[in-house]
């Protein structure tokens, strides 16, 4: 020690100095945290991702709306109905409540005097009225009689399920007093008087049952209310009727005319549908094209979609992973060999081989065997590169080599103490193929390359293609399946990347 420091060290106060471990016993602390698993760690930083947790709720709702939608709903994906095909959503209970929604709404535009009086006719007759409210009006001015006289029209909206109004309908003697017995029971008017196309001018609309010149306006009484023209020609009376009369019928009104061997009534088709199905009409997200129940439809589709793509996922994960296995442990030629392989699969296009599958493959197997050949041919390759990356990671590391020592076997060594340390970028990878078989399938049923109406009943891909041809007229056709498939792709993603991002190595044990 040189002069200089046994100085400065004379000069430093004695009460400066303090023996640390002085009668101290020196041993280990024990550690104040819990250890946590990978798995719980991966958990904690997923969980701070608030996007991914977000997306993993949505993506939890949607699987269960495709899990109870079909059971909860009283309309099977098979069940059409022709007469409300492209409806918007319904449910009287809710649509009584004025609050604009469920209403059954659609808007027509310019509808002059003799529309407005269609659908007064519609209202006074079934005591269902079609307009829920007017939008608006417009004035114009147009020459009539040498004279320039103002008309009006009204934007309204009317609801589409009391606007169907009268349809005709032939019975046979047996159904016909069927209906009768049903209408006593209820005191549901199903049957309507008949009305003869000569007493309105020709007009054959079945909801009309007012007199009315040739142009369809119609005829009215000293007092502004309309005339009925109900026929009472008992001579072309196709059966007896007993059973309830409307109001104003003095037993007079005929109800059935003779067509060949059975009956022509007019009914109000609100009240028939009730009849055949035992409840009013209720659909909740409106109808399609075919008539089908979309809130039903949506979740049969989605239902097939996604037990589809994770059968897809687990059969390319399974032959995925045993191929990038022998890959990456074993390298060299052998390694070469399976990548040449693996390259002539990438490149045969998945719209061809499908397509080829269906028009030949589909006879002996079956369509939806053969498109789950379609995927699982080239599907698996992805994942064996992943899985082959892995390995090559792994296998030289410390663990592996001490297992080789102890005489681990190759079948051990791969299988128990590579691939499980690979496990979590492989599940995540998983994951995100998911949203893309899903994609890969709604587009070869859109585009109809593929149909699998008959096996599972509907699918996405089926249901967009069939709302497309009346998007302009009846959007929520096209909107509802949309709305779904665009949030499953989206919080399938999302979710995927928060898998990534909780699974990699280089962030374990860092807090946020």
């Known amino acids: 020690m040189s002069m200089n420091s046994e100085f400065d060290y004379e000069r430093i106060p004695a009460e400066k100095f303090r023996f640390v471990q002085e009668n101290e016993n020196i041993h280990d602390t024990e550690l104040q945290t819990k250890a946590r698993s990978f798995f719980a760690d991966a958990f904690l930083r997923f969980s701070k991702n608030k996007s991914s947790v977000i997306a993993a709720w949505i993506l939890l709702f949607l699987i269960l709306y495709s899990i109870f939608a079909p059971i909860i709903s009283q309309y099977d994906v098979r069940d059409t109905d022709k007469m409300y095909i492209n409806f918007p959503s319904f449910n009287r209970k809710i649509a009584d409540l004025g609050i604009g929604i469920f209403d059954g709404a659609k808007t027509y535009d310019s509808q002059n005097d003799i529309a407005m009086a269609f659908w007064k006719g519609i209202a006074e007759e079934t005591g269902m009225d079609p307009v829920i409210k007017k939008l608006r009006s417009h004035e114009t001015e147009v020459k009539y009689r040498g004279q320039m006289v103002k008309r009006y029209t009204y934007d309204i909206e009317v609801n589409a399920y009391y606007a169907l109004g009268m349809v005709y309908r032939v019975f046979s003697y047996s159904d016909y007093k069927k209906i009768q017995d049903w209408q006593n029971e209820t005191g549901i008017q199903v049957i309507y008087p008949y009305v003869e196309p000569d007493d309105i001018s020709g007009n054959t609309n079945p909801s009309i049952w007012y007199k009315c010149d040739a142009s369809g306006a119609p005829i009215y009484d000293e007092n502004g209310n309309f005339i009925p023209a109900y026929s009472t020609h008992t001579e072309k009376a196709g059966a007896e009727y007993n059973s309830i009369r409307i109001e104003g019928d003095d037993g007079s009104y005929v109800y059935s005319t003779a067509k060949s061997g059975s009956v022509q009534c007019r009914v109000c088709y609100y009240n028939f549908y009730i009849y055949n199905n035992g409840h009013e009409p209720s659909f909740i997200l409106g109808t399609n094209v075919m008539g089908m129940d979309l809130f039903c439809a949506i979740g049969v589709g989605a239902r097939f979609s996604l037990i589809f793509a994770i059968l897809v996922s ?26 040449r392989i693996s390259d002539i699969l990438s490149g045969v296009p998945f ?3 499908t397509t ?17 050949f379609a995927f699982v041919l080239t599907g ?33 060594l791969m299988f128990k103490h590579i691939f499980p340390n690979a496990i979590g970028t492989i599940i995540t990878s998983c994951a995100l ?11 070869m049923t859109y585009l109809g390359i593929v149909d699998l109406s ?19 007229t009846s959007p929520h056709a096209m909107l509802w399946p949309s709305l779904f498939l665009g949030l499953l792709m989206i919080s399938f993603n999302l979710f995927g990347n928060g898998l990534r991002d909780a699974f990699n190595p280089s962030t374990r044990g860092v807090e946020d």
Not at 360 to 368: M, T, Y
Not at 433 to 443: A, D, L, N, Q
Not at 455 to 472: C, D, E, R
Request: aromatic letters at 12%.
């Open 433 to 443: 193929v998911i949203p893309g078989v899903i994609s890969s399938e709604t587009s």
């Open 351 to 353: 719209v061809v081989v």
């Open 356 to 372: 080829l599958f269906q028009l030949h493959l589909a006879q002996r197997v079956g369509i939806v065997p053969s498109f789950l």
């Open 380 to 412: 698996w390759i992805g994942m064996a590169a992943l899985t082959r990356k892995q390995f090559y990671r792994f296998k030289g590391q410390e663990f592996v080599m001490a297992a080789r020592t102890l005489g681990a076997s190759d079948r051990r």
């Open 454 to 472: 008959d096996f599972a009943g509907t699918t996405i891909g089926t249901l967009l293609s069939q709302g497309n041809a009346s998007a302009t």
């Open 314 to 339: 687990a059969i390319n994960l399974t032959i995925g992973a045993v191929y990038g296995a022998i890959q990456g442990y074993y390298g060299g030629y052998i390694d070469m060999a399976l990548d």
